[in-house]
């Protein structure tokens, strides 16, 4: 490319000093520089809104020809999900987030199980069946992953830390197949504490790892 561009630009440059080519390499490399450093800005930010995040890289694959009309509409389906549980006071209860992999949904232990249970909390079926009502009739693979912290636990029924997580993600699992997700799309994880969000050297961080995943694989 750079060879093409000194032949061009070099052909009748008089007695410039200057190979011409230079400038517009030059500014295309600007460009990318800019362009690459918003992406990582993105990335970086401990606040970014991941939704707006993915409508920028839609927009951006759409300018050079990539079809994004499946990818958009589920960019438009979380967003509208994150919408709806803020609205009806359930942003604290669940949260939505979107990689280019797949759409998240993190439901927080304090509201789904009593310590060191699996058996769902009622007040819980509300907001699975809001999550429910959104990809119950899509094709997409749904994971259902069991996070704790990082105590020890040795309960009668559950050994440890990883056959307790496994545990809750099975109960979330089995509620949704009672409310009519197809068993052949659904897959459970059991990650204990071995793939924390936050650190466990406090409570709050504690509390927060406690959790369980759902995710929806995307086109």
């Not at 993915?54 to 009309?69: H, M, W």
């Not at 504490?193 to 959790?211: D, F, K, V, W």
């Amino acid at each position: 490319m750079i060879t093409k561009l000194r032949k061009l630009y070099s052909k009748e440059r008089g007695d410039v000093g200057v190979d011409l080519y230079l400038v517009p390499f030059g500014n295309l490399m600007t460009i990318m520089m800019i362009f690459f450093l918003i992406l990582w800005a993105f990335s970086q930010s401990e606040n970014r809104d991941t939704l707006q995040y993915e409508k920028v890289i839609n927009a951006i694959q759409k300018s050079f020809g990539v079809k994004t009309e499946k990818r958009e509409k589920e960019v438009e389906m979380a967003q509208e999900m994150s919408t709806e549980f803020k609205d009806k006071g359930l942003s604290k209860a669940v949260q939505v987030n979107v990689s280019a992999r797949k759409i998240k949904m993190i439901l927080r232990t304090p509201v789904l199980f009593s310590s060191g249970s699996s058996g769902l909390q009622p007040d819980i079926f509300p907001v699975l069946d809001e999550i429910i009502k959104y990809f119950a009739d899509t094709k997409s693979f749904i994971t259902v992953e069991g996070h704790t912290d990082n105590i020890p636990f040795s309960g009668s029924k559950y050994k440890s830390n990883y056959s307790l997580s496994a545990a809750r993600a099975f109960e979330v699992v089995k509620y949704l197949i009672q409310k009519g997700v197809p068993p052949q799309r659904l897959s459970i994880v059991g990650y204990g504490e071995y793939e924390p969000m936050y650190s466990n050297e406090t409570e709050e961080g504690r509390s927060l790892n406690r959790r369980i995943e759902i995710s929806i694989s995307r086109s």
